[in-house]
């Protein structure tokens, strides 16, 4: 108990959380009937993915919340600063309120270019499709209902793990790449990215 505590101290809850659950995953993966070079490809593939796209999901949202924090309280904060200096005698509240506008738009910037709130969507819901596929899995449950092992199971749960991670990849190309790319010539418009296709039934 004490060594967790030291490992969770200064953690914020989601951290926490998911450290406990990608724990309880690990040890149920050990626990499958399943020889050890599937334990370690569902570590090294499906579980790390799940760690990964969880710790990136978690940065990509702190990072939009503080960008939007500042848009939204220097957004409030200009005009009052603006009416303030009409009165300033010493100009200085016109300076500040110069300062805070420059502060809100760098902020507004910075997210429309690394697009941090659809980034931290797209994490997100790769994440939780990932862990809903691996609780179906390890209960045998849903697509995996017609198998009585999870050695039977095993094969068609990697193919759709692959099929889920190659539709985050296209999702990230097509939807956040894409659209930071030139505008097509003579139109000024973002060329329309691809479609995506549906995965593949595995």
Request: net charge neutral; with cysteine.
């Amino acid at each position: 108990m004490t060594t967790q505590n030291a490992k969770t101290q200064g953690q914020n809850p989601d951290q926490v959380y998911d450290m406990q659950l990608n724990t309880e995953m690990a040890d149920l993966i050990a626990g499958l009937p399943l020889d050890d070079i599937k334990k370690r490809a569902l570590k090294g593939r499906w579980l790390d993915q799940v760690e990964w796209l969880g710790k990136r999901s978690r940065e990509t949202r702190d990072r939009y919340y503080r960008l939007r924090v500042i848009a939204i309280v220097g957004g409030i904060l200009t005009p009052i600063l603006v009416s303030v200096g009409q009165i300033d005698k010493w100009g200085w509240m016109s300076w500040v309120a110069t300062v805070v506008g420059a502060v809100v738009a760098a902020a507004l910037a910075i997210e429309g270019f690394f697009r941090y709130g659809e980034r931290w969507r797209n994490y997100r819901g790769s994440c939780e499709v990932l862990k809903s596929e691996g609780w179906s899995f390890f209960q045998l449950s849903g697509p995996y209902g017609r198998y009585k092992t999870h050695a039977d199971a095993y094969e068609r749960f990697a193919g759709r793990v692959e099929s889920i991670i190659q539709e985050d990849v296209q999702a990230y190309i097509t939807e956040i790449v894409a659209e930071r790319g030139q505008a097509a010539p003579g139109t000024g418009a973002v060329p329309p990215a691809a479609p995506q296709q549906p995965p593949a039934e595995v």
